[in-house]
């Protein structure tokens, strides 16, 4: 079985490229991240011609999630229960599978922050409070779950390609790294960091001054697999080659597979 996350940053822009990508690389599901597109735009006409069937959550602009499986998912869950927000940036849906049973997988665009001390950053405080809180309650009804998606938080200094300069900036404070060993705590697992990777593994490079050219990245989109299904994780790795397409994203895409 195989899962996938990938920020496209605008569906309507990188279609043509998500095909491409899902037509190589036929996932069992994939979590999208800022699609961009309010719901009536979204091409699930496209994706499921393509053998995926889809649940989004979107809206104008900005922010926007999706969960595209080859199995239809059930126990769709837009947004995180009980937290007032206006932005679309959660969907969680249980994935079945021959082998792995029912999988519980949940998708995140998790806020940005801006900046410490802003409003926005408290915003994201408050956001990964409440994914916590939530998240504790999903484990004990799913002890398969796969929590993905662009987590805007680089876990170590490890993840950053200028740890002295990024120091204490967004993406690598204290708190933003605090929140993601709390979730590692409820019961769940860096895929990511349980096999050896290659230098510099990032999947976040900005647009600007030759960033990917000279790799200067982050690694900022993350895969956690619960305890459960720690033993099954074969594989878990960064898909750079899409990064390199004309009007990319600026996120490449991260796969993991359970044996």
Partial sequence: MKLATWNVNSLSVRLPQLMDWLAANPVDALVLQETKLTDDKFPHADLEAAGYHAQWFGQKTYNGV??????????IVKNIP???????RVIAG????AVHGQVRVIGGYFPNG???GSDKFAYKMAWLDALQAWLKNELAQHPHLVLMGDFNITPTDDDVYDPVGWKDQIHCTVEERTHFQQL????????FRLFDQPPKPWSWWDYRNLAFRKNQG???DH??????????????????????????SDHAPVIVTLA
């Fill in 66 to 75: 999706a969960l595209l499986t080859r199995e239809p998912s059930t126990d």
């Fill in 82 to 88: 009980g937290f007032e927000d206006d932005q679309a």
């Fill in 94 to 97: 249980t994935v079945p599978h």
């Fill in 114 to 116: 801006q900046a410490p």
């Fill in 184 to 191: 590692l705590q409820l019961g769940m697992v860096d895929a």
């Fill in 218 to 220: 982050l690694r900022i």
């Fill in 223 to 248: 895969i956690l697999v619960s305890d459960a299904l720690k033993p099954q994780v074969s594989a878990c790795v960064i898909d750079k080659a899409p990064r390199k397409n004309e009007r990319p």
